[in-house]
C-alpha cells in the first residue's frame, strides 16, 4: 500500500536499528524496543508510535507466507490478477483520501489506522485482552474507557480544541475528514490535510499526557499544529496561498 520499504518510511526509526537485516519473526517474538539503541530520537519515537500501532494489527502464523492482492477478495498473488488491477484503482474513493494528501507518510498511516478504527487505544487493547478495564480508562476522564470516539470527539482536551477551532463533530466524522462541513470559508484543496493534521496532534498530545505525564493546553496543541504547517508548506508549493489562508485562520484561533 506504502509501496516503499519500512526502511524508507520510517528513516528516523531505521538509523536507530541495531541489527537491519533481520527477519520478521525474530522482531514480532521479541521487544520491538530490543531491536533499537536507546535514546531514540523525537522523530524516531513518532515513527515508533506508528509503526507499533500498525504491528499491532498483525498475528504471526507457524506457516509459511502467501502473498495476497490488496483485493476484496484477498485472493493469492497471480500475474493475471495484478495485471487486471492495475488497469484500475485497488482503493475505495475513501480510502484514496487518505494516501494522496501531501503530509508526511507517518500521518497518512494514522489517517489509515483512524480511517479503519485500529489506533492502539485503550480501549482497543482491552477488547483485544491485551489491557484490564481497569487500565482502559481514559488519562483524563476516569471511568471512561478511552475509545478513539472519547479520544477525538468526546474528551474535554478534544472538545476544548473543537471549540476553540469553531468546529463541530458528529458522529464518527474524524475518521472521515473529507466529510466534515466547516462553517468557516477555507479553501477546500488543502482541507483533508488540515484537519487530518490536527487531529495527528490530538493524537501526539493523548500519547505525550500517557507517555510522558506531559498535559499540552490547547494553545500549545494549536502551536505546534502552526509549527508542522510552516515546516511542511514546502510540499504545497502550487497551494501555498490555500495553505497560508489556512495558516492565518489557525493563528486567529489562538487569540
Same mark, same amino acid.
Given at each position: 500500500?506504502?509501496?516503499?520499504?519500512?526502511?524508507?518510511?520510517?528513516?528516523?526509526?531505521?538509523?536507530?536499528?541495531?541489527?537491519?537485516?533481520?527477519?520478521? %519473526?525474530?522482531?514480532?517474538?521479541?521487544?520491538?524496543?530490543?531491536?533499537?539503541?536507546?535514546?531514540?530520537?523525537?522523530?524516531?519515537?513518532?515513527?515508533?508510535?506508528?509503526?507499533?500501532?500498525?504491528?499491532?494489527?498483525?498475528?504471526?502464523?507457524?506457516?509459511?507466507?502467501?502473498?495476497?492482492?490488496?483485493?476484496?477478495?484477498?485472493?493469492?498473488?497471480?500475474?493475471?490478477?495484478?495485471?487486471?488491477?492495475?488497469?484500475?484503482?485497488?482503493?475505495?474513493?475513501?480510502?484514496?483520501?487518505?494516501?494522496?494528501? #501531501?503530509?508526511?507518510? #507517518?500521518?497518512?498511516?494514522?489517517?489509515?489506522?483512524?480511517?479503519?478504527?485500529?489506533?492502539?487505544?485503550?480501549?482497543?487493547?482491552?477488547?483485544?485482552?491485551?489491557?484490564?478495564?481497569?487500565?482502559?480508562?481514559?488519562?483524563?476522564?476516569?471511568?471512561?474507557?478511552?475509545?478513539?470516539?472519547?479520544?477525538?470527539?468526546?474528551?474535554?482536551?478534544?472538545?476544548?480544541?473543537?471549540? %476553540?477551532?469553531?468546529?463541530?463533530?458528529?458522529?464518527?466524522?474524524? %475518521? %472521515?475528514?473529507?466529510?466534515?462541513?466547516?462553517?468557516?470559508?477555507?479553501?477546500?484543496?488543502?482541507?483533508?490535510?488540515?484537519?487530518?493534521?490536527?487531529?495527528?496532534?490530538?493524537?501526539?498530545?493523548?500519547?505525550?499526557?500517557?507517555?510522558?505525564?506531559?498535559?499540552?493546553?490547547?494553545?500549545?496543541?494549536?502551536?505546534?499544529?502552526?509549527?508542522?504547517?510552516?515546516?511542511?508548506?514546502?510540499?504545497?508549493?502550487?497551494?501555498?496561498?490555500?495553505?497560508?489562508?489556512?495558516?492565518?485562520?489557525?493563528?486567529?484561533?489562538?487569540?
Amino acid at each position: 500500500m506504502l509501496n516503499s520499504t519500512l526502511s524508507e518510511t520510517f528513516p528516523a526509526l531505521f538509523s536507530h536499528c541495531v541489527h537491519k537485516d533481520s527477519s520478521v %519473526r525474530p522482531v514480532m517474538t521479541s521487544s520491538l524496543c530490543s531491536s533499537l539503541q536507546p535514546r531514540l530520537t523525537r522523530a524516531a519515537e513518532d515513527e515508533l508510535l506508528i509503526l507499533t500501532d500498525c504491528l499491532a494489527q498483525i498475528a504471526l502464523q507457524d506457516r509459511s507466507d502467501v502473498r495476497f492482492l490488496m483485493t476484496n477478495k484477498r485472493s493469492p498473488f497471480s500475474s493475471s490478477a495484478a495485471y487486471s488491477i492495475l488497469q484500475g484503482p485497488i482503493l475505495s474513493a475513501d480510502v484514496s483520501q487518505v494516501w494522496n494528501v #501531501k503530509l508526511p507518510t #507517518k500521518i497518512k498511516f494514522f489517517a489509515w489506522l483512524l480511517f479503519h478504527g485500529r489506533l492502539n487505544t485503550r480501549a482497543h487493547l482491552f477488547h483485544r485482552n491485551i489491557k484490564p478495564l481497569e487500565e482502559s480508562w481514559c488519562e483524563q476522564c476516569p471511568g471512561v474507557l478511552e475509545t478513539d470516539v472519547h479520544i477525538f470527539r468526546e474528551c474535554r482536551a478534544a472538545v476544548s480544541i473543537w471549540n %476553540r477551532l469553531h468546529i463541530t463533530l458528529l458522529g464518527d466524522v474524524f %475518521r %472521515r475528514p473529507w466529510e466534515l462541513v466547516l462553517t468557516n470559508d477555507l479553501p477546500k484543496t488543502v482541507h483533508v490535510d488540515m484537519i487530518l493534521l490536527i487531529l495527528w496532534h490530538v493524537w501526539k498530545a493523548r500519547n505525550a499526557l500517557v507517555f510522558y505525564q506531559q498535559n499540552l493546553s490547547t494553545s500549545d496543541i494549536i502551536r505546534k499544529v502552526l509549527h508542522d504547517v510552516d515546516t511542511w508548506s514546502c510540499r504545497y508549493r502550487k497551494l501555498r496561498a490555500d495553505v497560508n489562508t489556512w495558516r492565518d485562520w489557525l493563528d486567529s484561533c489562538l487569540t
